[in-house]
């Protein structure tokens, strides 16, 4: 009976939560065009790093980042590939805006005394690579 019970209320919980507004959205990587970073880190600190980029359309919404960390095993060196997600409403509205940046800021811990590589996804080449703006951070 508490099974029974259980999943009542799980369906009722999951139905009245319901986001559906009739729009469906796309997740879409949008480059970031400039990084304000300090020149060198401090171990145990914390820094703010502010990443900037432009939103294409009306329709683009910030939903998060993409963080990826690796440490480089022939140098040691802390590598993070930072990129920003947008959302984008599937719909005909969409206005198309120039000269419109946006920025995003996020609070960074070092942990490590071995430098950082920062790579700031920055879009695709004419073949279909990825382009980083690339930053080492030394730590003190």
């Known amino acids: 009976m508490k099974k029974i019970?259980?999943?009542f209320a799980l369906f009722f919980i999951f139905n009245s939560c319901s986001t559906d507004n009739?729009?469906?959205?796309l997740f879409?990587?949008?480059p970031v065009t400039s990084v304000d970073i300090p020149s060198e880190f401090t171990l145990g600190d914390?820094?703010?790093i502010t990443m900037h980029y432009n939103r294409p359309t009306s329709c683009h919404v910030f939903n998060g980042i993409y963080y990826d960390k690796k440490i480089d095993a022939e140098t040691?060196?802390?590598?993070r590939t930072i990129a920003i997600e947008?959302?984008?409403a599937q719909n005909n509205n969409c206005?198309?805006?120039?000269n419109n940046e946006v920025d995003y800021s996020f609070n960074f811990q070092v942990t490590s005394s071995n430098p950082y590589i920062f790579k700031f996804w920055q879009g695709k080449d004419a073949d279909g690579n990825n382009i980083f703006l690339e930053i080492e951070v030394p730590v003190n």
């Open 5 to 7: 019970i259980s999943l």
């Open 22 to 25: 009739g729009e469906s959205f």
């Open 28 to 30: 879409e990587l949008v």
């Open 46 to 48: 914390t820094y703010q």
């Open 76 to 79: 040691s060196k802390n590598i």
């Open 86 to 88: 947008n959302a984008v």
């Open 95 to 98: 206005q198309t805006l120039t």
